[in-house]
């Protein structure tokens, strides 16, 4: 079992199905096993990994001392004031210990879960496909860590500051609850750097030929709307600056995806032998238009001219009809 995990002892080439469902639960133990690894160290190491979480909240009280301390606003008197971080049941250290382990344990497990993923897909690939998918890999990975490192530095300090604002301003007391706090950082890098992916999946659609570049081009304005509303969903509270440096962030993301989208499909649909452009099947070939304008021609139904009988042949005669047979005449029946 042990070995298995560690190497595989048969090419992926050479495996059955029961063996692909096999390498697809080892894939998901190995996955596993670095989310554990790092939850434990995590664990062991409980003082620093708050300590490292709680970064923005000090941030949002000492904007100078932040490395983008430009993005940052002055903090209220109530927040510069607020002390430690408070929690009221036993239970609630619990979570934020284990908020801190899923933190890191994902950290940890995201390149891993790349590579594993990569490697169970590539035997279905080409070989020009296997080359392009370390790039898109690494593309990933890249995308999901600006996008947490994004709402580390930026998001969730000011929305620190934004949410102290409210609250002084409805004459409001907060205490800030540290479970409450840890899980808001940790959910907010993990959804952001997700959203931050989204770039890949368009193009990976526009590569499947499941969605055409020209398509999405046309639909910008639309797109422009969802992007706008997935980032009101994220951000706790969607004020204007943070929606729209995030908002233009995305979309911009999503024109160069539909640029990176023309360029692979148009290679794929030449290496493969078919138009370039995929709004060009739409169009029929020439060849198609004449030999239907013959069809067309041949097709029409050509009118029979009643057949008139000449001087020397005889009329048709015409059937005679036979009354029908009265009730209890049996003789129709011979």
Same mark, same amino acid.
């Given at each position: 079992?042990? &070995?298995?995990?560690?190497?595989?002892?048969?090419?992926?080439?050479?495996?059955?199905?029961?063996?692909?469902?096999?390498?697809?639960?080892?894939?998901?133990?190995?996955?596993?096993?670095?989310?554990?690894?790092?939850?434990?160290?995590?664990?062991?190491?409980?003082?620093?990994?708050?300590?490292?979480?709680?970064? *923005?909240?000090?941030?949002?009280?000492? *904007?100078? &001392?932040?490395?983008?301390?430009?993005?940052?606003?002055?903090?209220?008197?109530? %927040?510069?004031?607020?002390?430690?971080?408070?929690?009221?049941?036993?239970?609630?250290?619990?979570?934020?210990?284990?908020?801190?382990?899923?933190?890191?344990?994902?950290?940890?497990?995201?390149?891993?879960?790349?590579?594993?993923?990569?490697?169970?897909?590539?035997?279905?690939?080409?070989?020009?496909?296997?080359?392009?998918?370390?790039?898109?890999?690494?593309?990933?990975?890249? %995308?999901?860590?600006?996008?947490?490192?994004?709402?580390?530095?930026?998001?969730? *300090?000011?929305?620190?500051?934004?949410?102290?604002?409210?609250?002084?301003?409805?004459?409001?007391?907060? /205490?800030?609850?540290?479970?409450?706090?840890?899980?808001?950082?940790?959910?907010?890098?993990?959804?952001?750097?997700? /959203?931050?992916?989204?770039?890949?999946?368009?193009?990976?659609?526009?590569?499947?030929?499941?969605?055409?570049?020209? &398509?999405?081009?046309?639909?910008?304005?639309?797109?422009?709307?969802?992007?706008?509303?997935?980032?009101?969903?994220?951000?706790?509270?969607?004020?204007?600056?943070?929606?729209?440096?995030?908002?233009?962030?995305?979309?911009?993301?999503?024109?160069?995806?539909?640029?990176?989208?023309?360029?692979?499909?148009?290679?794929?649909?030449?290496?493969?032998?078919?138009?370039?452009?995929?709004?060009?099947?739409?169009?029929?070939?020439?060849?198609?238009?004449?030999?239907?304008?013959?069809?067309?021609?041949?097709?029409?139904?050509?009118?029979?001219?009643?057949?008139?009988? &000449?001087?020397?042949?005889?009329?048709?005669?015409?059937?005679?009809?036979?009354?029908?047979?009265?009730?209890?005449?049996?003789?129709?029946?011979?």
């Amino acid at each position: 079992m042990l &070995t298995s995990l560690i190497r595989r002892n048969k090419p992926r080439s050479e495996m059955s199905f029961l063996e692909h469902l096999d390498d697809l639960r080892i894939s998901m133990i190995r996955v596993a096993t670095v989310f554990g690894i790092g939850m434990v160290l995590a664990l062991f190491f409980y003082q620093e990994t708050p300590r490292i979480l709680s970064l *923005p909240l000090e941030w949002a009280k000492h *904007p100078e &001392t932040s490395p983008i301390a430009f993005a940052l606003s002055q903090p209220d008197p109530g %927040l510069v004031n607020m002390g430690e971080l408070k929690e009221f049941t036993f239970m609630g250290v619990w979570k934020v210990l284990m908020y801190a382990a899923f933190g890191v344990g994902v950290a940890l497990a995201s390149p891993v879960f790349l590579y594993e993923t990569a490697r169970f897909v590539g035997p279905a690939l080409t070989e020009r496909e296997k080359r392009g998918l370390v790039p898109f890999c690494g593309a990933a990975l890249v %995308l999901f860590l600006m996008g947490a490192t994004l709402a580390f530095l930026w998001l969730s *300090p000011m929305s620190i500051q934004i949410w102290q604002h409210f609250a002084e301003g409805l004459k409001m007391e907060v /205490t800030w609850q540290a479970s409450d706090y840890y899980s808001f950082v940790v959910m907010m890098c993990l959804l952001t750097g997700l /959203t931050f992916q989204f770039p890949l999946a368009l193009i990976v659609l526009m590569w499947l030929e499941l969605v055409r570049p020209r &398509t999405l081009l046309k639909s910008w304005r639309g797109m422009l709307v969802g992007i706008m509303v997935l980032v009101a969903f994220i951000t706790p509270i969607a004020e204007p600056i943070s929606l729209l440096v995030m908002t233009g962030v995305l979309f911009g993301f999503y024109l160069v995806a539909i640029a990176v989208g023309f360029y692979v499909v148009r290679r794929k649909r030449i290496a493969r032998g078919d138009k370039p452009n995929p709004e060009d099947d739409d169009l029929p070939d020439e060849d198609e238009d004449d030999d239907s304008d013959k069809d067309d021609g041949d097709d029409r139904p050509t009118r029979r001219k009643p057949v008139t009988p &000449t001087d020397g042949s005889p009329a048709p005669v015409k059937p005679k009809s036979t009354p029908p047979p009265a009730e209890g005449d049996l003789s129709s029946l011979d």
